[in-house]
């Protein structure tokens, strides 16, 4: 009889390690032979320079299995507890609608898509970003507004320099109101020392005595308070300034917007609109401002154009890679935003509608009026004059027996200096919230009834001549899906008009667009970690705090760091707050005059709009021919920058997509000139577990978590980008000034408005870690071999422009579209939107290298579908030789005419390829056709004609 096998045996520690790798073994081996390698090692061997190899086991924990991971962080996320916290300072308890929390924050159909760059594909999210513009326009009361910012602090730093740029004024000086939310006062403290402004921060009946390109007002102030602005507006508008003012997004509702009070800029954050606090975020700014601003505002905007047919088509406008354009003189270092967070807020909006967003606004505000009434007839002194839902008390010797009242009902108020407590209510808040908080407030004897009071007349909190007057939320999509059923449809006809990761693969090169798998997503939505508030007491935060430094020694093993500063919540924001540390460290050195950034040409234009914002004046270092940055012009340019330089920012592999052998030697020239290097980390997938950051020269980088540690892109945001640095810049990177950070100096700056960013998207890549523990080397290795099995059955058809040592490419190559463009006409454009046609998403365009098609497979794609993307590049440029040969004409063919839609089958068919060949021309098509839902998108007609709100439904007739 034989054995059975035993437990052990039956063991399956990597069960998840080959669910997150797309090809299996037999499937490696066999793309391995293609290359003719006889083993991964091989490969890495080949691919990566020996001089950095990383030859050990990374110092991780076991890997888990996807069950035992979910039971160990949920044993961290139940040590958190779960207050209900009036806190308020732009965060606020909401009720994420169910219908929006399946069918976009838990849905991969939404959260797994990229960046809308390709619009055809996108028109679902493009739609939903253009209803939060639409949104943010209604309720400022302002002209234009952006598809959103990373968050309120940091959108307040945007308006300061939008200010500066655009104001007539010629003031250095820059006005902040002292009762502006403490996190925001600290981000914008840090930019502007970056940009050089002189900062007034002071009571606002005092901003007459300064002459200011621009000030900062916040309506209702942090203590709650409202006062009629027009008048400050008035006096900056007086002195050819700017009003910069930061709202919250609810008040909105029922109180004038700011902009119908004369704002220049509107700005806050769109949490409370069905976002949960998420202890911090992710979270979207809105950020609105003038039609003449319309060049200057930061981020990305959404715009309405017209597709080939003339029919309604919307894209990304204007601002679309600005940073690659403009480079340093860009508006701003965004590129990933907040677009998930973003969208989640405009559903929220379209499921509740005017209506309902005002009964909700109402009821916060009169829930607000019966506390400050019970309050005041028992004697408690309110500081704020009005308020909307906000209370600042002055309870003097009360406020530690009341800090403790309101600890033992787990309430957590505002602790304010000098004897005063404040609280936010917000929809999550009820007669029993309030009858607590009386308890709390008064004692058990206050006599007091919520239904009694709420019987009574009492007066508005928000002075006559500050409600609201003006409607708004009036277009059709606001006010057609208040059914369950109309919503449920409404999401799933957006989400069926993009292509998303559970479509097909998505090889953008740069990008990294992974699995992420289900069970790294389920515990973002678990209460304990999406309903803390950021500020919360430490010892309420106990499993967070247990999983972030878990995550944080993690992340150190894998890159070499002493240490990690999670406050970025984007891999730009990672390149500023990795420079400021630099920019710290230099001074504290006496050497503060070090103000040159080296950057090479290949380099992401997020890395001289960020050196820009830091400070720097950017140095350009060129590639050589092989696209490895030119050793001879670093040396030149370190030696002429001299006790100037302050460091070197660059990408590895490089985004020529090539392990560039003399990357050490590089840090070592930069070094010697007594310079810093910043690696930035876009491209650290193919570094885990073969060669580390800080054992390569590096002293500070940024990680993409949103890249190669699998948090999904969410349609253009959330991100994380949190730093790694040295020990000796350790002292330099951001502190927060409501939770100060062990480690960082105290007197440093926030980078973000959170402590630690958006930290509720963290237990994505503590997940991912967790499951692959030192395995993670094999999704390098894996994702390396994907890459060189592309571009090994591509390159006869399209050449890769560069390779490494042995012909080898690094985790993505780069195909040029040059020389057919050239010969043929088509261009890398055309030949993006053919994918379409065949379901693909297209590689990244004219990135790093105008026009090219830059492709990453990720290790996350099965063999089949690397080989059906081979299938479909080679057959279109089996299309091109038709073209070539002069089988189809120019402007006429299956390509120039690419994507193609419905639209185009149901009408008269005149062109001289056949149906099939346009909408299915392989096989799997036949069985599962995507189809793009508009035509060509004309981006020249958008940029003229520039239209960023919703149009009317007629218009898409
Ligand atoms: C090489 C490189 N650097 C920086 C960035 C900016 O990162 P983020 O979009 O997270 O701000 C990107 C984004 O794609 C990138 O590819």
Same mark, same amino acid.
């Given at each position: 009889?034989?054995?059975?096998?035993?437990?052990?045996?039956?063991?399956?520690?990597?069960a998840?390690?080959?669910?997150?790798?797309?090809p299996?073994?037999?499937?490696?081996?066999?793309?391995?032979?293609?290359?003719?390698?006889?083993?991964?090692?091989?490969?890495?061997?080949?691919?990566?320079?020996?001089?950095?190899?990383f030859?050990?086991?990374?110092?991780?924990?076991?890997?888990?299995?996807? #069950?035992?991971?979910?039971?160990?962080?949920?044993?961290?996320?139940e040590?958190? #507890?779960?207050?209900?916290?009036?806190?308020?300072m732009?965060?606020?308890?909401?009720?994420?609608?169910?219908?929006?929390?399946?069918?976009?924050?838990?849905?991969p159909?939404?959260?797994?898509?990229?960046?809308?760059?390709?619009?055809?594909?996108?028109?679902?999210?493009? !739609?939903?970003?253009?209803?939060?513009?639409?949104?943010?326009i209604?309720?400022?009361g302002?002209?234009?507004?952006?598809?959103?910012?990373?968050?309120?602090?940091?959108?307040?730093?945007?308006?300061?320099?939008?200010?500066?740029?655009?104001?007539?004024?010629?003031?250095?000086?820059?006005?902040?109101?002292?009762?502006?939310?403490?996190?925001?006062?600290?981000?914008?403290?840090?930019?502007?020392?970056?940009?050089?402004?002189?900062?007034?921060?002071?009571?606002?009946?005092?901003?007459?005595?300064?002459e200011?390109?621009g000030?900062?007002?916040?309506?209702?102030?942090?203590?709650?308070e409202?006062?009629?602005?027009?008048?400050?507006?008035?006096?900056?508008?007086?002195?050819?300034?700017?009003?910069?003012v930061?709202?919250?997004?609810?008040?909105?509702?029922?109180?004038?917007?700011?902009?119908?009070?004369g704002?220049?800029?509107v700005f806050?954050?769109?949490?409370?609109f069905?976002?949960?606090?998420?202890?911090?975020?992710?979270?979207?700014?809105?950020f609105?401002?003038?039609?003449?601003?319309?060049?200057?505002?930061?981020?990305?905007?959404?715009?309405?154009?017209?597709?080939?047919?003339?029919?309604?088509?919307?894209?990304?406008?204007?601002?679309?890679?600005?940073?690659?354009?403009?480079?340093e003189?860009?508006?701003?270092?965004?590129?990933?935003?907040?677009?998930?967070?973003?969208?989640?807020?405009?559903?929220?909006?379209?499921?509740?509608?005017?209506?309902?967003?005002?009964?909700?606004?109402?009821?916060?505000?009169?829930?607000?009026?019966?506390?400050?009434?019970?309050?005041?007839?028992?004697?408690?002194?309110?500081?704020n004059?009005?308020?909307?839902?906000?209370?600042t008390?002055?309870v003097?010797?009360?406020?530690?027996?009341?800090?403790?009242?309101? #600890?033992?009902?787990?309430?957590?108020?505002?602790?304010l200096g000098r004897g005063?407590v404040?609280?936010?209510?917000?929809?999550?808040?009820?007669?029993?919230?309030?009858?607590?908080?009386?308890?709390?407030?008064?004692?058990?004897d206050?006599?007091?009834?919520?239904?009694?009071?709420?019987?009574?007349?009492?007066?508005?909190?928000?002075?006559?001549?500050?409600q609201?007057?003006?409607?708004?939320?009036?277009?059709?999509?606001?006010?057609?899906?208040?059914s369950?059923?109309?919503?449920?449809?409404?999401?799933?006809?957006?989400?069926?008009?993009?292509?998303?990761?559970?479509?097909?693969?998505?090889?953008?090169?740069?990008?990294?667009?992974?699995?992420?798998?289900?069970?790294?997503?389920?515990?973002?939505?678990?209460?304990?970690?999406?309903?803390?508030?950021?500020?919360?007491?430490?010892e309420?935060?106990?499993?967070?705090?247990?999983?972030?430094?878990?995550?944080e020694?993690?992340?150190?093993?894998?890159?070499g760091?002493?240490?990690?500063?999670?406050?970025?919540?984007s891999?730009?924001?990672?390149e500023?707050a990795?420079?400021?540390?630099?920019?710290?460290?230099?001074?504290?050195?006496?050497?503060?005059?070090?103000?040159?950034?080296?950057?090479?040409?290949?380099?992401?234009?997020?890395?001289?709009?960020?050196a820009?914002?830091?400070?720097?004046r950017?140095?350009?270092?060129?590639?050589?021919?092989?696209?490895?940055?030119?050793?001879?012009?670093?040396?030149?340019?370190?030696?002429?920058?001299?006790?100037?330089?302050?460091?070197?920012?660059?990408?590895?592999?490089?985004?020529?997509? @090539?392990?560039?052998?003399?990357?050490?030697?590089?840090?070592?020239?930069?070094?010697?000139?007594?310079?810093?290097?910043?690696?930035?980390?876009?491209?650290?997938?193919?570094q885990?577990?073969?060669a580390?950051?800080?054992?390569?020269?590096?002293?500070?980088?940024?990680?993409n978590?949103?890249?190669?540690?699998?948090?999904?892109?969410?349609?253009?945001?959330?991100?994380?980008?949190p730093?790694?640095?040295?020990?000796h810049?350790?002292?330099?990177?951001?502190?927060?000034?409501?939770?100060?950070?062990?480690?960082?100096?105290?007197?440093?700056?926030?980078?973000?408005?959170?402590?630690?960013?958006?930290?509720?998207?963290?237990?994505?890549?503590?997940?991912?870690?967790?499951?692959?523990?030192?395995?993670?080397?094999?999704?390098?290795?894996v994702?390396i071999?994907?890459?060189?099995?592309?571009?090994?059955?591509?390159?006869?058809?399209?050449?890769?422009?560069?390779?490494?040592?042995?012909?080898?490419?690094?985790?993505?190559?780069?195909?040029?579209?040059?020389?057919?463009?050239?010969?043929?006409?088509?261009? !890398?454009?055309?030949?993006?939107?053919?994918?379409?046609?065949?379901?693909?998403?297209?590689?990244?365009?004219?990135?790093?290298?105008?026009?090219?098609?830059?492709v990453?497979?990720?290790e996350?794609?099965?063999?089949?579908?690397?080989?059906?993307?081979?299938?479909?590049?080679?057959?279109?440029?089996?299309?091109?030789?038709e073209?070539?040969k002069?089988n189809?004409?120019?402007?006429?063919?299956p390509?120039?005419?690419?994507?193609?839609?419905?639209?185009?089958?149901?009408?008269?068919?005149?062109?001289?390829?056949?149906?099939?060949?346009?909408?299915?021309?392989?096989?799997?098509?036949?069985?599962?056709?995507?189809?793009?839902?508009?035509?060509r998108v004309?981006?020249?007609?958008?940029?003229?004609?520039?239209?960023?709100?919703? @149009?009317?439904?007629?218009?898409?007739?």
């Open positions: 009889m034989s054995q059975s096998p035993s437990l052990s045996q039956l063991r399956d520690p990597e998840f390690l080959r669910r997150h790798l797309g299996d073994a037999a499937e490696q081996q066999a793309m391995l032979d293609s290359l003719g390698l006889g083993s991964r090692a091989e490969l890495i061997e080949q691919t990566v320079p020996p001089g950095i190899r030859n050990r086991a990374l110092d991780l924990p076991p890997a888990l299995d996807e #069950q035992t991971a979910l039971a160990k962080l949920r044993g961290y996320a040590q958190n #507890q779960l207050f209900t916290s009036l806190i308020g732009g965060y606020h308890g909401t009720v994420t609608p169910t219908v929006i929390l399946r069918n976009v924050l838990e849905n159909g939404w959260y797994t898509a990229y960046t809308p760059y390709q619009p055809e594909i996108a028109q679902g999210r493009l !739609e939903a970003l253009l209803n939060f513009q639409q949104l943010t209604d309720l400022t302002l002209e234009l507004a952006n598809a959103s910012l990373l968050d309120e602090a940091t959108a307040a730093a945007e308006a300061m320099a939008l200010a500066k740029r655009v104001a007539k004024s010629k003031s250095n000086l820059f006005f902040v109101d002292e009762n502006c939310h403490p996190q925001t006062l600290s981000v914008v403290q840090t930019r502007a020392e970056g940009f050089g402004f002189e900062l007034i921060v002071d009571a606002v009946d005092n901003l007459a005595q300064h200011v390109f000030a900062l007002l916040q309506y209702p102030d942090t203590h709650g409202i006062r009629d602005l027009k008048p400050l507006i008035n006096h900056l508008h007086a002195q050819q300034a700017l009003a910069c930061a709202t919250d997004l609810l008040s909105l509702l029922v109180l004038t917007p700011p902009g119908e009070l704002a220049d800029v806050g954050s769109s949490q409370r069905g976002v949960p606090m998420g202890y911090g975020g992710p979270h979207a700014a809105f609105a401002s003038r039609e003449e601003y319309k060049r200057a505002i930061p981020g990305r905007i959404i715009g309405v154009s017209k597709d080939a047919r003339g029919n309604v088509a919307l894209r990304m406008a204007l601002q679309t890679r600005e940073q690659h354009i403009r480079r003189k860009a508006n701003s270092n965004i590129c990933t935003a907040q677009v998930l967070l973003a969208n989640i807020a405009s559903c929220y909006a379209v499921y509740h509608g005017p209506e309902g967003l005002k009964r909700i606004a109402q009821r916060v505000h009169r829930l607000t009026c019966i506390l400050a009434a019970g309050l005041e007839r028992n004697g408690i002194k309110r500081l004059r009005q308020f909307f839902d906000t209370l008390l002055e003097g010797g009360a406020q530690t027996a009341i800090i403790e009242s309101a #600890q033992a009902a787990q309430i957590n108020l505002r602790i005063r404040g609280l936010s209510l917000d929809e999550t808040c009820d007669e029993h919230t309030v009858a607590k908080l009386f308890d709390v407030l008064l004692g058990a206050h006599g007091l009834s919520v239904d009694a009071l709420d019987a009574q007349d009492i007066a508005s909190g928000i002075p006559d001549e500050l609201r007057s003006t409607p708004y939320l009036q277009h059709p999509v606001f006010n057609a899906h208040h369950e059923t109309e919503m449920l449809r409404y999401l799933k006809q957006l989400e069926n008009k993009d292509l998303a990761l559970n479509q097909s693969m998505i090889p953008l090169g740069s990008c990294t667009m992974k699995l992420n798998a289900t069970s790294e997503m389920i515990p973002i939505t678990w209460p304990q970690f999406a309903h803390l508030h950021p500020f919360v007491p430490r309420q935060a106990v499993g967070y705090t247990l999983m972030i430094e878990e995550l020694r993690w992340l150190c093993a894998i890159t760091f002493d240490a990690i500063c999670m406050q970025p919540n891999g730009a924001q990672g500023y990795g420079l400021l540390a630099i920019r710290k460290y230099h001074e504290s050195r006496g050497e503060g005059a070090r103000d040159i950034c080296l950057i090479p040409s290949s380099a992401h234009g997020t890395n001289p709009a960020s820009q914002m830091a400070g720097m950017v140095v350009i270092v060129e590639c050589d021919e092989a696209g490895n940055v030119d050793l001879d012009d670093l040396q030149l340019k370190a030696a002429e920058a001299g006790n100037k330089l302050s460091c070197l920012m660059a990408t590895y592999p490089s985004t020529h997509g @090539v392990y560039e052998e003399g990357i050490s030697e590089i840090c070592a020239v930069i070094h010697q000139h007594g310079g810093q290097v910043y690696m930035d980390g876009a491209n650290l997938n193919a885990v577990g073969l580390r950051p800080a054992d390569i020269g590096a002293d500070v980088s940024h990680m978590l949103h890249k190669t540690f699998c948090i999904p892109h969410g349609g253009g945001g959330p991100g994380m980008g730093i790694g640095v040295r020990a810049l350790a002292p330099f990177v951001a502190n927060h000034p409501v939770v100060p950070i062990d480690g960082p100096l105290a007197q440093n700056g926030a980078v973000s408005a959170a402590p630690w960013g958006s930290a509720s998207i963290l237990p994505i890549s503590w997940m991912y870690i967790a499951m692959m523990g030192p395995q993670l080397a094999d999704a390098s290795e994702a071999l994907a890459a060189n099995y592309l571009a090994q059955h591509l390159s006869g058809a399209f050449p890769v422009l560069y390779t490494g040592r042995n012909g080898r490419v690094a985790h993505e190559c780069i195909l040029d579209l040059r020389p057919l463009k050239a010969q043929t006409g088509i261009s !890398e454009e055309d030949v993006a939107k053919r994918l379409m046609d065949y379901g693909f998403h297209a590689p990244t365009m004219s990135f790093p290298v105008p026009g090219t098609l830059m990453e497979p990720t996350s794609e099965s063999k089949a579908e690397l080989d059906r993307f081979i299938a479909a590049m080679l057959s279109i440029r089996a299309e091109i030789n073209v070539q002069g189809w004409p120019g402007e006429d063919n390509l120039k005419r690419a994507p193609h839609t419905l639209a185009d089958v149901t009408g008269v068919w005149e062109r001289p390829y056949g149906v099939e060949q346009a909408i299915t021309p392989d096989a799997h098509t036949r069985l599962h056709k995507y189809w793009p839902a508009v035509n004309d981006n020249v007609y958008g940029d003229r004609n520039l239209y960023c709100a919703c @149009v009317p439904v007629d218009d898409y007739r």
